[in-house]
């Protein structure tokens, strides 16, 4: 991993937050409204003791950005954003297999960082390995094929000749029906030998120390040692679990959210 690695130095009293997998728009928009009031109001919760925010992917069951169009609605939860960036929150947004067709409009609008790949970032000298998850470890070969096919050039070169209201409307569909998309068949806890993000977090350690793993992707909170000072989380979702990760600067948690 060529990238630098980010330093965040936490100040006394601030936490940094952890988000993923909201979906907002699925089933429906209308259905999803509750679920996105829900994290403006988590949101709301930690923004008087939020040092960063990382948001882990697919915030938004589908987005695909055209060089003037943007899917239509999530303007409470946009608005938010912007206002917690103004506020001077850093924030960092990790695209998932939903909204991997993010480019600028996080970065231009709301002074978001966006990132297609795993990062490290040191917090408080603790050294965190962050990304969606998607793809990552053993297994998953459907979407990895997939993937391969939506990451194309090509690809979203013709896709964006296509209407947005066309466009749209199909992948949307896709999204929620095409279990290779949704990974609606991954939803189960396959055991801490087989969870396949855990053995990349595994596979990680034999060429560097980390002390924290935190992925999405899987739905479910999972805590998982994968070696002696290494820990693999899973930040589960918010359509079931409404769970989030929270470090205060020396550990890590996962906690639930409801109000």
Do not use: C
Not at 129 to 134: N, V, W
Request: hydrophobic residues 40%; without cysteine; proline residues 5%.
């Amino acid at each position: 991993m060529s990238q630098p690695i980010v330093q965040i130095n936490i100040p006394e009293g601030k936490k940094v937050y952890f988000s993923s997998d909201n979906h907002l728009g699925a089933p429906t928009a209308e259905a999803s409204k509750p679920r996105e009031k829900k994290f403006i109001a988590w949101l709301s919760a930690i923004e008087t003791d939020a040092a960063a925010i990382f948001l882990l992917g697919d915030l938004f069951d589908f987005w695909f950005e055209y060089k003037t169009v943007v899917p239509k609605g999530f303007v409470r939860v946009l608005g938010k954003l912007a206002q917690l960036r103004d506020k001077g929150i850093p924030i960092y947004f990790f695209v998932g297999n939903h909204d991997l067709w993010m480019k600028d409009y996080f970065k231009t609008e709301l002074d978001i960082p966006v990132f297609h790949e795993p990062r490290i970032f040191n917090l408080n000298n603790k050294r965190f390995f962050i990304g969606h998850g998607d793809g990552l470890g053993p297994g998953d070969k459907g979407y990895k094929r997939m993937k391969k096919v939506f990451t194309s050039p090509f690809f979203q070169w013709l896709f964006r000749w296509v209407h947005p209201d066309i466009g749209v409307r199909v992948a949307q569909h896709l999204s929620v029906k095409n279990k290779l998309i949704s990974g609606e068949d991954d939803q189960n806890f396959l055991g801490e030998e087989n969870e396949w993000l855990a053995a990349y977090a595994k596979r990680k350690l034999e060429s560097a120390h980390y002390d924290y793993f935190i992925f999405g992707h899987r739905h479910l909170p999972m805590e998982i040692q994968v070696g002696p000072q290494s820990t693999y989380y899973n930040l589960g979702d918010w359509i079931s679990h409404y769970t989030y990760g929270v470090f205060d600067g020396s550990s890590f948690q996962l906690k639930e959210y409801s109000i």
